[in-house]
């Protein structure tokens, strides 16, 4: 069964230091997203890509965050500098039909803790 | 402003239904879903209802939508403990907005 494929699973890392979270989403899925999920919260949206295109990014703080997804295919989400409030869950998910009927299929995600 | 409150904990005994509540804010998602997070994974689409429906069935699990009152319920008939599990809800106006989640616990 295809799934979405996230590296890595967990990161520890100290404030100001840069970490990179990597996403593989399923064949065939031109949209792409990247959710934070804080502990005991439900998920956020982050970033949105249709193929390589950014279709929302109103939620991402663009001063230390950065996404891409050059080829279409797989993505790329950076912080840097890291900050203690940005332990999370780093989400991937992607969609065949661009998200309007709301079936996304996640990936395990990736865990930061920032020390 | 975008906001879906669920509550935070249920407790059931196995074999017992669950039932978990969700409001929601915008009266224009086309759908409403419902996905569950098990420990260290990702989330997983159980079922959604179409915004014109007011019940559906899927095996154990039955949707039902008051879109009067802008509320969202999802029963699961004979908890199992493999349910135990984090419970979203989520609205999609324009995209998808999950709730806080509920922290489903079955006792055996």
């Known amino acids: 069964e295809a799934e979405v494929a996230q590296s890595p699973r967990y990161k520890i890392t100290e404030k100001s230091q840069a970490v990179a979270f990597w996403c593989d989403p399923i064949?065939?899925?031109?949209?792409l997203y990247w959710y934070r999920q804080i502990l005991g919260q439900g998920p956020e949206l982050l970033v949105q890509f249709q193929d390589e295109s950014v279709v929302d990014d109103s939620q991402l703080p663009k001063d230390r965050f950065s996404a891409e997804r050059l080829k279409g295919v797989d993505s790329t989400l950076k912080i840097q500098p890291a900050e203690l409030g940005d332990s999370a869950m780093y989400l991937c998910?992607?969609?065949?039909?661009?998200?309007?009927?709301?079936?996304?299929?996640f990936g395990e995600g990736s865990r930061l803790t920032v020390l | 402003g975008e906001d879906v409150e669920q509550s935070l904990f249920l407790s059931v005994r196995e074999g017992d239904s669950s039932v978990i509540n969700c409001t929601y804010t915008d009266s224009s998602s086309t759908y409403l879903y419902w996905y569950k997070q098990e420990p260290g994974a990702g989330l997983q689409l159980l079922t959604y209802i179409f915004s014109n429906m007011d019940m559906k069935q899927d095996q154990r699990l039955t949707v039902l939508l008051n879109k009067k009152d802008k509320h969202l319920s999802l029963r699961i008939a004979d908890t199992q403990t493999g349910d135990s599990a984090i419970y979203f809800c989520?609205?999609?106006?324009?995209?998808?907005?999950f709730g806080t989640g509920t922290l489903l616990a079955v006792q055996p």
């Open positions: 998910a992607s969609s065949l039909l661009g998200g309007s009927t709301g079936e996304l299929f």
């Open positions: 989520a609205e999609h106006p324009n995209k998808l907005i």
């Open positions: 064949s065939g899925h031109a949209t």
